[in-house]
């Protein structure tokens, strides 16, 4: 077991100079999935991984990978280390790019110090991790492990109404690879915890062994635009206040059930959007998670039961479109165990855990046998720009990551 640390500077100097990539004149990091702030910060990685003398592949659905092989490693399957580097709106600077560089670090520091892996290791950047833009998220790890068809992906309509195909083209981003060209012979994730358990727990570790389930739905309430002023309370078709009693009801369930779900209306509009006009439309979105795809299925067909008693008690249409749907994935046991190991002879704390974020590790599962590294989030914040894991922690991450790299591409 390899006990030689990353260079902690050069990867905290990348984690910085990335995350200065992407501002805008408030200062706000937004590098949404196939923008040109995205291009920049994929322009940026890629020089990285040129300078460091590795192979750069981008296949059709725009994933980047980094490939370090030897003459005499060359043609067995790669060791891959990833995650992504485009971000939500307002972002930190250690969702996804923290695992990228990392692993990224991780060949550096190997290559430094002599190690002959037996197989190929590969850095990869999925596209679209975030789906802000374009729903589903973990779009470019979902094509990577065949679950769904790189055509279907690249003709995705965003929120703005351009395609993810001609949005990569346009940053020239647009690879030529077949998706799933490198299949692993194993993936290993690095990321922020994103939530506030290794904090709370004071672990500096997480051995992440499980990812719960995700169900994203957009849905259109219909009602009547009328006037605020003249029209009786009983009198109305309100989608405004139709809308508002799904997350009222979200609420309510989830706290009668006991259950460790998590449900969110992270988007919302309303039509004609006046201050004097009952909404005659609003449209909005419903993240739901759980742990257990049972609990989660029983979630989303009590909130479609409550969507068809809404039609009729407020008089309105309630349509839903499916964004995404991802069932819970366990990882593997073996590389659970490994980084267990070496959190234990680097005298880190370590624990067991489920991801409540969605990764790229869980797509790559579906393919290979996965599993993640968390470090704390402080306060357990996220998607947010107060973001942050201390830089200890962050060079500890690696540092297990480095150990999980050798013990899977040593032998
Ligand atoms: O939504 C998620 O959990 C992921 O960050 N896309
Ligand atoms: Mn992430
Ligand atoms: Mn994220
Ligand atoms: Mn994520």
Not at 43 to 52: E, G, S
Not at 94 to 104: K, N, P, Q, R
Not at 288 to 314: H, I, V, Y
Request: proline residues 4%.
């Amino acid at each position: 077991m390899s006990h030689q640390s990353i260079n902690a500077e050069r990867l905290l100097t990348r984690i910085r100079e990335l995350g200065a990539i992407g501002r805008n004149d408030q200062g706000q990091l937004t590098r949404l999935a196939a923008s040109a702030t995205d291009k920049l910060g994929r322009d940026r990685l890629v020089a990285w991984l040129r300078a460091a003398g590795l192979e750069i592949a981008v296949d059709r659905i725009g994933n980047i990978f980094g490939v370090w092989q030897s003459q005499d490693n060359a043609g067995q399957s790669p060791l891959m280390l990833g995650s992504h580097i485009d971000t939500v709106i307002n972002a930190g600077i250690y969702d996804g790019s923290y695992g990228v560089l990392a692993a990224l670090e991780v060949i550096e520091t190997l290559k430094e110090q002599g190690f002959a892996p037996v197989r190929p290791i590969v850095v990869a950047a999925f596209t679209n991790e975030e789906g802000v833009r374009y729903a589903p998220d973990m779009l470019g790890s979902l094509v990577h492990g065949g679950g769904l068809a790189v055509e279907a992906a690249l003709a995705t309509v965003g929120t703005d109404g351009t395609t993810l195909g001609s949005e990569l083209a346009c940053i020239g981003y647009a690879g030529t690879a077949e998706p799933g060209f490198l299949k692993p012979h194993a993936y290993v994730e690095l990321h922020i915890e994103q939530g506030p358990v290794l904090e709370r727990e004071a672990t500096t570790i997480g051995a992440v062994e499980n990812l719960q389930g995700i169900s994203w739905q957009r849905v259109t309430i219909d009602g009547v635009a009328n006037h605020a002023g003249t029209t009786p309370m009983a009198m109305r078709s309100d989608a405004g206040l139709a809308a508002a009693r799904v997350g009222l009801f979200l609420r309510e369930h989830i706290a009668r059930s006991n259950a460790p779900s998590v449900a969110t209306i992270g988007t919302m509009r309303f039509e004609p959007d006046a201050i004097n006009v009952i909404p005659s439309r609003a449209v909005f979105t419903i993240d739901l998670r759980d742990p257990d795809e049972d609990r989660l299925r029983a979630l989303e067909s009590a909130l479609s039961g409550f969507l068809d008693r809404l039609e009729q008690e407020e008089h309105v249409i309630v349509s839903v479109e499916r964004l995404a749907r991802f069932e819970p994935v366990s990882f593997d046991g073996a590389i659970v165990a490994a980084i267990e190991v070496s959190a234990k002879a680097r005298g880190l704390k370590s624990r067991r855990m489920t991801s409540g974020a969605g990764h790229d590790a869980q797509m790559i599962a579906r393919i290979a046998p996965a599993a993640m590294i968390f470090v704390p989030s402080r306060d357990g914040i996220s998607h947010n720009p107060r973001e942050h894991t201390d830089p200890a922690d962050l060079v500890a991450g690696a540092n297990v990551l480095l150990d999980v790299a050798v013990r899977l591409a040593g032998s």
